[in-house]
């Protein structure tokens, strides 16, 4: 799976690192910010799916 990391200042939050991965069932591209990313860590495969599924 190819993943891209996006990274673009903001002038009161600070940098924010998006990691945008293809939608293997839709055209949309599924955006995580930084706290999702890590939410996703610790999260099961299947949960992951269903997490990725619920847009």
């Given at each position: 799976?190819?993943?891209?990391?996006?990274?673009f200042g903001h002038p009161?939050?600070?940098?924010f690192r998006y990691l945008?991965?293809?939608?293997?069932?839709?055209?949309r591209v599924l955006v995580?910010?930084?706290?999702?990313?890590?939410?996703?860590?610790?999260?099961?495969?299947?949960?992951?799916?269903?997490?990725?599924?619920?847009?």
């Open positions: 799976t190819q993943r891209l990391v996006l990274e009161e939050v600070g940098l945008v991965a293809p939608d293997p069932l839709s055209p995580l910010p930084p706290w999702e990313e890590e939410r996703k860590e610790e999260e099961s495969e299947v949960q992951r799916k269903k997490h990725h599924f619920g847009w």
